[in-house]
């Protein structure tokens, strides 16, 4: 990240036009009320914006975007500020808009499988929501219970489910959206078949906040699963849990979940959550699906068979949902745990073809050891998704730099396996410094050609996703 | 977008970029236990367990936000007089239910209190605050006002041979006093004695910017009661057993399931709580500090089962408001809290609410009357203690 100049201070004409705009109160403008929006779950990044709006309705999204166009201040769209890539720091200061209190599920329709939320909605509630009505909301990232939908729209959020039921982008049926000029526009419908336009929807998902702001999101449910079923299985090393992967999905399984951890992140969840898990196994692989109950029953044993075949040293099944969702729970925290072993967690999030994974394990095992920087991975393993995580404490010397030397050596070697630097994080602030080596010139320009089209003043999200 | 200064775009693919300007090792002013500081990696976990950032949704009023505060003050890139820093470090109900659902195991209640230690310096006191740290400092007016009010009766120095000492708790002797009574009817004669010249625990001055007299109060009481402290409120409790230790203190529901349990002769016999001719439907409050604190969740809700059809209510778990101090300090915020937990009480038409702990007892009892429920506020040892058919529940004080 580059140290950038803070040019926009706003006017106090602006700033009552603001708190006319949304209400005083839902205008913060003192140091200590914008000081909890200067960052996100980002570590490293921070900026304190000079204002924090908190909208309540589109009307108001509208007219503040509109005034930021006309005015020339930069506004950061925030929902529940979970995201990996410092999407919504104020790198140059300008207004944070923060969607949280635009959360009403407006209708969840188990005659169109679909349901449609504000943008403040968190994932979770949603998926709650739905569930109670029989239906399966299927992204379901890490972060769900923080993260917002429109939050998961705007960074096209991944999850634990990916492999067989894909990620945000692939449940996005229509969005409401306002542009920085300030008009709502409609993209997509309620339709599952509708190709009238170029697919807005899919452009504004994963845009990062750079091209409109999501107000109402219809997304696609599914009939919920008859059963789930979970199972876990040890082995020495990642490298063996990639090869198990490998020839499961080769087996023509496609299961819901298939999810690994190596031994620093299996200790640091059982510090957490206290499962029982084996402490001393080199890599965890949690698989499991769902469906009618003989589907999973056949698809777990066929599981478990390959585990056993490629050397697993235990195998082991949950009981019942109960244990399933505890282990599932587990998972997604290994992140926050892993904050256990010291002070600074810096997360990524490569992502290399299936058949890759297990080579991609142990490149990165070389550089963190060339490096010689504390580096625990997980991720998704159906997805050919890892989340290599260095730990270091700051005052150790120049260890942060050590971190950001071997993330570098990473990304480049994940790219070199034909990979990308992001699966589901994004790009946001954190990332651009490889967008280029990613993307080409010739795409990045165009990338900002798009932007000014949505854009024309580059208010919204400046600076981000390389806009 | 031509503005942008120094694109990571124009970089050489291998170089690694500068670092970027960071707060992560600055001067710090000793305000916290910089461990404890550095735990939290801002995933924002605790953002929909927490009772104030449900209510506004606002990043401020949210653990994590409060501390990216607490950080702010520690680098002083806050002034210790921040109207933001007053408000919040006093907005927070304290209820830890955050901690509950951490991943990284930050000690946010500890956090709190040196925070409040700190903030709560000089004109920043409230004075309802110090009124109430001054009120329980004096133990020969709490035991008067426990005697006046016929809390159990204190049985001289604390007896070796006792498995529990049973601690009164300032507010419950003199608000509650059947609360300790009943107490005594759950168990055979002997197996608990009430020392006398039990002072205040101290919870409520760590809750309020007095940590250190707080941690001096517990020891004294610890002292006293050597052994093991058996109390009625989860408040107390977890102070203590920050204090002095968890395996020194037990919490009335879990240890009548222990006691019980390996002392079958000694349960009493439980009949059934009935109400117009049929088994009752009673739901549950739990106490923030006794779930959160310290980790005990499930044994209330066996012994209400053992005796009546038990209701879980959606927000059992959550702080109702009360908050130690918190429904005096800010009655407002308090009642909106409370407000939840009252809907669902008269949407499941429960007969009793059950309480483990006194504040949260006096805050039912005051919400439920204020609603005009038909719904009567119990504390666990009195529903008990009528279902063993020795005592007639007195609910209204």
């Known amino acids: 990240m580059s140290t950038v100049e803070r040019t926009h201070t706003l006017t106090d004409a602006v700033l009552a036009e603001l708190a006319g705009i949304v209400g005083p109160a839902n205008l913060l403008v003192s140091d200590g009320d914008v000081e909890p929006y200067a960052r996100d779950a980002t570590p490293l990044f921070r900026a304190r914006p ?24 930069p506004v950061i769209p925030r929902g529940g500020g979970s995201n990996l890539a410092a999407m919504t720091v104020a790198e140059r200061g300008g207004v944070v808009m923060v969607l949280t209190r635009m959360n009403q599920i407006r209708e969840i329709s188990s005659d169109e499988l679909l349901a449609v939320v504000q943008p403040g909605v968190t994932t979770a509630e949603l998926a709650d929501a739905a569930a109670a009505k029989g239906l399966l909301y299927a992204p379901d990232p890490g972060s769900r219970t923080v993260s917002t939908v429109a939050g998961n729209v705007a960074t096209c959020a991944g999850g634990l489910r990916g492999l067989k039921y894909g990620v945000t982008r692939n449940y996005v049926l229509g969005l409401e959206a306002v542009l920085p000029t300030g008009e709502v526009i409609r993209t997509g419908s309620r339709l599952w078949k509708d190709v009238a336009g170029y697919d807005l929807t899919r452009l504004l998902t994963g845009s990062e906040g750079t091209l409109a702001v999501i107000t109402e999101v219809t997304v696609a449910l599914l009939p919920m699963p008859a059963t789930v079923g979970t199972g876990v299985a040890y082995f020495d090393s990642l490298a063996d849990a990639g090869t198990a992967v490998a020839r499961i999905i080769g087996l023509g399984v496609l299961p819901a979940t298939l999810e690994f951890l ?18 001393t196994a080199g890599a965890l692989l949690l698989f499991g699906d769902d469906g009618p109950d003989t589907h999973v029953a056949t698809s777990l044993d066929r599981m478990a068979a390959t585990c056993d075949v490629v050397g697993a040293r235990a195998v082991t099944r949950a009981r019942d949902v109960v244990e399933s969702d505890a282990l599932m729970a587990a998972r997604r925290c290994s992140l926050p745990a892993l904050a256990r072993l010291a002070p600074i967690t810096m997360l990524e999030d490569v992502t290399v073809p299936r058949p890759l994974l297990a080579r991609m394990v142990d490149t990165i095992d070389t550089i963190a050891a060339q490096h010689h920087v504390v580096c625990a991975t997980f991720g998704h393993a159906g997805d050919g998704n890892l989340h290599p995580t260095i730990v270091f404490d700051p005052h150790d010397g120049d260890a942060r730099h050590r971190a950001e030397a071997a993330f570098d050596k990473v990304f480049h070697a994940a790219m070199d ?51 | 977008m031509s503005a942008e200064p120094s694109s990571g775009a124009a970089a050489p693919a291998t170089t690694t970029p500068p670092p970027p300007p960071t707060d992560e090792t600055p001067t710090r002013r000793g305000i916290f236990d910089p461990a404890l500081l550095d735990a939290c990696i801002s995933c924002g976990f605790c953002l929909p367990v927490c009772p104030t950032y449900t209510l506004t949704h606002d990043e401020r009023s949210s653990p994590r936000g409060r501390i990216t505060l607490m950080r702010a003050l520690e680098t002083g890139r806050l002034d210790d007089d921040d109207p933001t820093l007053q408000e919040q470090a006093s907005f927070c109900l304290g209820c830890r239910a955050c901690e509950s659902v951490c991943p990284a195991g930050v000690q946010y209640g500890h956090l709190l209190e040196q925070w409040r230690d700190h903030q709560w310096r000089g004109r920043h006191v409230p004075p309802i605050a110090l ?51 009943s107490v005594l009817r759950l168990l055979p004669p002997g197996v608990v004695d009430v020392p006398s010249g039990q002072g205040c625990c101290g919870a409520l001055h760590a809750h309020n910017g007095a940590s250190h007299e707080a941690e001096t109060l517990a020891e004294e009481l610890g002292r006293r009661m050597p052994g093991t402290i058996l109390t009625t409120a989860g408040g107390c ?23 019980w349990s390996e002392h079958p002769d000694a349960e009493p016999d439980l009949g059934e709580i009935r109400v117009d001719g049929r088994r009752a439907r009673i739901g549950l409050q739990e106490s923030c500090h006794l779930r959160n604190g310290m980790g005990v969740s499930a044994p209330a809700r066996e012994l209400i089962a053992r005796v009546a059809d038990y209701v879980e209510l959606p927000s059992a778990g959550s702080c109702c408001g009360s908050a130690g101090t918190y429904s005096v300090l800010r009655p ?17 038409d429960l007969d009793y609410l059950v309480t483990v702990n006194v504040v949260c007892h006096r805050q039912m009892i005051g919400g439920l009357r204020r609603s005009r429920s038909r719904t009567r506020a119990i504390h666990l040892a009195e529903l008990l203690a009528q279902a063993a058919g020795r005592s007639t529940p007195d609910t209204r004080d």
């Not at chain 1, 999204?61 to 005034?67: E, F, G, K, R």
């Not at chain 2, 407002?332 to 499941?348: M, Y």
């Open chain 2, 332 to 348: 407002q915020d308090s009642r909106r809290v409370l407000q939840t937990h009252l809907d669902e009480v008269e949407a499941a």
């Open chain 1, 262 to 279: 190596d031994n620093r992140c299996i200790n640091a969840v059982e510090d957490s959550n206290h499962l029982g898990l084996d402490r």
């Open chain 1, 50 to 73: 000079d204002a924090v709006v908190l909208p309540t309705d589109t009307a108001q999204v509208s007219a503040v975007l509109a005034l930021a166009t006309r005015a020339g201040f």
């Open chain 2, 131 to 181: 009124a109430a740290r001054a009120g329980v400092r004096v133990t020969p007016a709490i035991t008067a006002a426990g005697r006046l009010r016929r809390a159990a009766r204190q049985t001289g120095a604390a007896r070796p041979d006792a498995t529990a000492h049973l601690m009164l708790g300032c507010a419950e002797r003199a608000l509650f006093p059947t609360i300790s009574r």
């Open chain 2, 237 to 259: 409790g977890a102070h203590l057993a920050s204090v002095l230790g968890r395996q020194r203190v037990q919490e009335l529901s879990e240890f009548l399931l222990a006691y």
């Open chain 1, 417 to 467: 396996l034909g990979g990308t630097i992001t699966g589901e994080h994004g790009i946001g602030a954190a990332k651009r410094p490889w967008m280029a080596a990613r993307l080409g010139e010739d795409q990045l320009a165009l990338l900002r050609r798009v932007k000014s089209a949505f854009d024309p003043a580059g208010i919204l999200n400046p600076g981000k996703l390389g806009s």
